[in-house]
């Protein structure tokens, strides 16, 4: 009996324990659950908060994006009723000056005077469209650069010829003051390069009106890094207006376009080409005492490499040395050249300067017989124009390195844009010389080829007789330039755009080289948008050709 009730005080207390442990057993699962609950709720509760601060922070940057695109779409409407006023303003002129021209009872207006404004809101109106093409190049990334080594004092030198006149005729003071050492040269396009520089200078010209405008020229070697700096002593900025400037279709202030004119675009397309180049534009002005616009470009190399110029004369003495090197320099040759050109004016004045080297001469008009000459002759250099008519002068590269043939080729060529030229070395050619002809460049290109004959030895033809002949080619270009002009105005009318890019071709490549450089500069553009299909532009820009052609005529009568 005893025995029973133990055991079912044992199964009892068992049974105790056992709702216990299930009972603790329980509580602990509603601990964990409790904290996982509690956790959850946290986790929960920052990501609450997260997501409202990720919403805060989208919400601000499409406000702040919706406001840039508001105040760019502004910008844009001002740009261009901004334009609508500075087109109409040239345009304006030059329709009510030509319209005097042709009234010939109107004798109130000087011939001249009349001309005069006509050209000068003409070359306003191309600095004007310039402009905008440069930007619309730069947005669809299709500008190209030639980057090279660029002689530093030619450089200067040319914005110096450039800049000097029209600041003394401002009654300004205009220098370039290089702190020596400067490196001799520095990469980059040679024509962009001369662009930011006289961007800068133009604006130093425009806002300042009494004291100097300087470029200079500061190099610092630890850090390999040039400085070109434009300081004037103008109007100045505020950081406001300076945070403005190269913002595209905008200035420094509202009022300066109304007040100077202008695109607004110049500085904007200035710090995209040093970009380019990987150079940056550096800023500094104070309201009232002037601005300094510095181009800062590195150097390559080092410093115990980089060749430096310790000379100040090397300035001052560039351009007389180059003006004497580019009209006077005729090295004494001897060989045998073969010239390949189809244009009889180019036949003429390239051969008027080959043979005034003393250098032997063969020209063929078109590219297969340039062929069959370079392989059956015995020639030294072979100088090959690219644009001929029954085998075009790639071609004709081409097939004589397929068959062996080894000697120096030069292209010659209005089309000189860096893609041009590795599509030229592609196919076979050892250098390219650009049109209109650079004589210097040329000379420099013959000698390298040719054997150079000591003093003595041969007297080239004299610098009188070369100019003498290149008088006789500018004359006669004069005298073909009517129908030239003719000619271009039925295909313009007639819209055969093929023939018109073939004529202005033609025109851009010789005009230059006999005296007309207006004709070469306005030739380009028109070349290039008919090649792009951009015939509405190509109508423009040829009109503006075809104008100045008169005026070149006009000008010689």
Same mark, same amino acid.
């Given at each position: 009996?005893?025995?029973?009730?133990?055991?079912?005080?044992?199964?009892?207390?068992?049974?105790?324990?056992?709702?216990?442990?299930?009972?603790?057993?329980?509580?602990?699962?509603?601990?964990?659950?409790?904290?996982?609950?509690?956790?959850?709720?946290?986790?929960?509760?920052?990501?609450?908060?997260?997501?409202?601060?990720?919403?805060?922070?989208?919400?601000?940057?499409?406000?702040?994006?919706?406001?840039?695109?508001?105040?760019?779409?502004?910008?844009?409407?001002?740009?261009?009723?901004?334009?609508?006023?500075?087109?109409?303003?040239?345009?304006?002129?030059?329709?009510?000056?030509?319209?005097?021209?042709?009234?010939?009872?109107?004798?109130?207006? %000087?011939?001249?005077?009349?001309?005069?404004?006509?050209?000068?809101? =003409?070359?306003?109106?191309?600095?004007?469209?310039?402009?905008?093409?440069?930007?619309?190049?730069?947005?669809?990334?299709?500008?190209?650069?030639?980057?090279?080594?660029?002689?530093?004092?030619?450089?200067?030198?040319?914005?110096?010829?450039?800049?000097?006149?029209?600041?003394?005729?401002?009654?300004?003071?205009?220098?370039?003051?290089?702190?020596?050492?400067?490196?001799?040269?520095?990469?980059?396009?040679?024509?962009?390069?001369?662009?930011?520089?006289?961007?800068?200078?133009?604006?130093?010209?425009?806002?300042?009106?009494?004291?100097?405008?300087?470029?200079?020229?500061?190099?610092?070697?630890?850090?390999?890094?040039?400085?070109?700096?434009?300081?004037?002593?103008?109007?100045?900025?505020?950081?406001?207006?300076?945070?403005?400037?190269?913002?595209?279709?905008?200035?420094?202030?509202?009022?300066?376009?109304?007040?100077?004119? =202008?695109?607004?675009?110049?500085?904007?397309?200035?710090?995209?080409?040093?970009?380019?180049?990987?150079?940056?534009?550096?800023?500094?002005?104070?309201?009232?005492?002037?601005?300094?616009?510095?181009?800062?470009?590195?150097?390559?190399?080092?410093?115990?490499?980089?060749?430096?110029?310790?000379?100040?004369?090397?300035?001052?003495?560039?351009?007389?040395?180059?003006?004497?090197?580019?009209?006077?320099?005729?090295?004494?040759?001897? %060989?045998?050249?073969?010239?390949?050109?189809?244009?009889?004016?180019?036949?003429?004045?390239?051969?008027?300067?080959?043979?005034?080297?003393?250098?032997?001469?063969?020209?063929?008009?078109? =590219?297969?017989?340039?062929?069959?000459?370079?392989?059956?002759?015995?020639?030294?250099?072979?100088?090959?124009?690219?644009?001929?008519?029954?085998?075009?002068?790639?071609?004709?590269?081409?097939?004589?390195?397929?068959?062996?043939?080894?000697?120096?080729?030069?292209?010659?060529?209005?089309?000189?844009?860096?893609?041009?030229?590795?599509?030229?070395?592609?196919?076979?050619?050892?250098?390219?010389?650009?049109?209109?002809?650079?004589?210097?460049?040329?000379?420099?290109?013959?000698?390298?080829?040719?054997?150079?004959?000591?003093? =003595?030895?041969?007297?080239?033809?004299?610098?009188?007789?070369?100019?003498?002949?290149?008088?006789?080619?500018?004359?006669?270009?004069?005298?073909?330039?009517?129908?030239?002009?003719?000619?271009?105005?039925?295909?313009?009318?007639?819209?055969?755009?093929?023939?018109?890019?073939?004529?202005?071709?033609?025109?851009?490549?010789?005009?230059?080289?006999?005296?007309?450089?207006?004709?070469?500069?306005?030739?380009?553009?028109?070349?290039?948008?008919?090649?792009?299909?951009?015939?509405?532009?190509?109508?423009?820009?040829?009109?503006?050709?075809?104008?100045?052609?008169?005026?070149?005529?006009?000008?010689?009568?």
């Amino acid at each position: 009996m005893n025995m029973n009730n133990d055991q079912a005080v044992f199964d009892a207390e068992a049974m105790l324990d056992a709702e216990r442990s299930a009972r603790r057993a329980a509580e602990a699962d509603a601990m964990r659950l409790r904290k996982e609950l509690f956790d959850t709720n946290v986790e929960l509760q920052t990501l609450i908060v997260g997501l409202d601060t990720a919403v805060a922070e989208r919400t601000a940057e499409m406000l702040a994006a919706r406001d840039q695109a508001i105040a760019a779409d502004r910008a844009k409407s001002a740009f261009l009723a901004n334009m609508s006023h500075e087109i109409r303003t040239p345009l304006t002129s030059i329709i009510g000056f030509a319209e005097l021209l042709l009234d010939r009872r109107n004798t109130a207006i %000087g011939r001249g005077e009349a001309l005069n404004t006509i050209l000068r809101n =003409g070359r306003h109106l191309l600095d004007l469209i310039s402009d905008i093409l440069d930007l619309s190049k730069i947005e669809a990334d299709g500008l190209e650069l030639e980057v090279q080594d660029v002689s530093l004092a030619e450089l200067l030198d040319e914005v110096e010829s450039m800049m000097g006149p029209r600041a003394r005729e401002k009654g300004l003071q205009f220098h370039v003051v290089p702190h020596l050492p400067v490196p001799c040269c520095v990469r980059g396009d040679m024509v962009r390069l001369k662009q930011i520089i006289v961007n800068f200078c133009s604006n130093a010209l425009k806002f300042t009106e009494t004291g100097a405008v300087e470029i200079e020229v500061l190099y610092d070697v630890p850090g390999r890094r040039l400085e070109i700096a434009v300081v004037d002593s103008g109007i100045g900025m505020t950081a406001d207006e300076i945070d403005r400037l190269f913002r595209p279709f905008a200035q420094a202030d509202v009022s300066t376009t109304r007040r100077f004119g =202008g695109t607004g675009l110049g500085l904007y397309i200035c710090k995209q080409l040093a970009e380019r180049m990987g150079a940056t534009i550096e800023v500094r002005a104070v309201p009232g005492e002037g601005s300094r616009f510095a181009l800062c470009l590195s150097v390559e190399g080092d410093p115990p490499d980089v060749p430096l110029i310790d000379d100040p004369g090397v300035f001052t003495r560039s351009r007389d040395a180059h003006a004497a090197e580019q009209d006077g320099w005729i090295p004494s040759l001897q %060989g045998h050249v073969l010239l390949a050109e189809d244009g009889l004016h180019n036949q003429r004045l390239i051969g008027a300067l080959v043979e005034a080297t003393g250098a032997q001469l063969t020209i063929v008009d078109d =590219g297969e017989k340039a062929f069959e000459e370079a392989l059956g002759g015995d020639f030294d250099l072979v100088l090959m124009d690219i644009q001929m008519p029954v085998m075009d002068g790639v071609a004709a590269t081409e097939l004589l390195r397929a068959s062996g043939y080894s000697g120096p080729i030069v292209a010659l060529t209005a089309n000189v844009m860096r893609s041009d030229l590795e599509r030229y070395r592609r196919a076979g050619c050892t250098d390219a010389a650009g049109k209109p002809i650079d004589r210097r460049r040329l000379y420099s290109l013959m000698a390298r080829h040719l054997k150079t004959l000591a003093d =003595g030895d041969h007297a080239p033809q004299t610098h009188d007789k070369t100019t003498a002949v290149l008088q006789r080619l500018a004359a006669e270009f004069r005298a073909d330039l009517p129908g030239v002009i003719d000619s271009m105005e039925k295909a313009l009318a007639g819209q055969q755009w093929a023939v018109l890019r073939g004529q202005v071709h033609a025109l851009k490549g010789l005009a230059g080289s006999v005296g007309f450089p207006q004709l070469t500069r306005l030739a380009q553009p028109v070349e290039a948008a008919i090649a792009a299909d951009c015939f509405d532009e190509a109508q423009l820009r040829c009109a503006m050709l075809l104008d100045a052609a008169r005026q070149s005529l006009e000008n010689t009568e």
